[in-house]
């Protein structure tokens, strides 16, 4: 088929598509966005892995980067009529502290996260880390708790500091999300919460977390049977930098291609 002079040809066409989604691609790469920025970077996010999640002490901490640690908990396969969402086991929320607890009200459970493999996107300020985690709990009776949080911490610094850091509360910043549960154990619920990382962030710790938010017991159990799952936290471009960027790259190359035609017309 020929194709008139004044049209533009579908292939010509297809290839400036091809050409602006390089340029996009390549802009991303060159910042170290690639596809494993969007990895996760919780280890053992799912439970898997047998590990003693109770760290006896106050406050007791992991120190060790990648392993999960705090509060009293255990790792456990299905139990109390709920299955784990994702493989064969679990995170059980015990306690508030080494035991049973009236003066504390959380079941804290840590992990930190080593960020130096992403420190060139984190110091041009545009990375976001986002987490994740789901949650589910027995129906229980009227003094059964239902809450529920997920929370990231930012640290400069190694990731050996994080108990001196934390006690002093000098990290760069700390946010979280939290939800009251529906106590359908054949539903797990899923809490959401995003930081835009501070410049100088080395290292991140993630905190999940149950909550005697309806009655604080005083004797062990503290929680009637209370389940975590599925952590996640995953370093992205924060999306307006990586939005006007990827526009600017495409908008220089139209104006590129126009000069082109232009010339091309006045030859």
Do not use: K
């Not at 088929?1 to 989604?21: C, F, Q, W």
């Not at 799912?46 to 006896?56: Q, R, V, W």
């Not at 949650?135 to 997920?150: A, E, K």
């Amino acid at each position: 088929m020929l194709i008139p002079a004044t049209s533009t040809s579908p292939l010509l066409i297809v290839r400036r598509h091809s050409l602006a989604a390089i340029a996009v691609i390549t802009v991303v790469s060159a910042l170290g966005f690639t596809s494993d920025a969007q990895a996760n970077l919780v280890t053992n996010p799912s439970f898997e892995t047998p590990e003693s999640t109770h760290i006896y002490g106050h406050p007791g901490l992991p120190t060790t980067t990648g392993d999960w640690g705090g509060d009293l908990s255990a790792i456990t396969l299905a139990e109390n009529g709920i299955a784990p969402l994702d493989g064969v086991q679990m995170l059980r929320f015990d306690a508030t502290g080494n035991s049973a607890n009236p003066s504390l009200s959380t079941s804290e459970i840590w992990q930190t996260i080593d960020l130096s493999a992403y420190a060139a996107q984190i110091a041009q300020g545009n990375a976001t880390m986002n987490a994740s985690a789901y949650f589910n709990r027995v129906l229980g009776d009227g003094q059964t708790d239902t809450s529920f949080s997920v929370s990231l911490y930012a640290f400069a610094g190694t990731p050996d500091t994080f108990l001196a850091q934390l006690v002093a509360a000098s990290y760069l910043g700390v946010v979280g999300n939290g939800i009251g549960t529906d106590g359908d154990p054949s539903t797990w619920e899923r809490v959401d919460t995003t930081m835009l990382l501070p410049a100088t962030t080395d290292f991140l710790a993630i905190r999940l977390n149950a909550s005697e938010n309806i009655f604080n017991d005083g004797s062990h159990p503290e929680f009637d049977g209370h389940y975590a799952d599925m952590a996640s936290a995953q370093v992205v471009p924060e999306p307006t930098t990586l939005l006007l960027l990827c526009a600017g790259t495409v908008g220089l190359m139209r104006r590129r291609r126009s000069i082109a035609w232009s010339l091309q017309s006045n030859a």
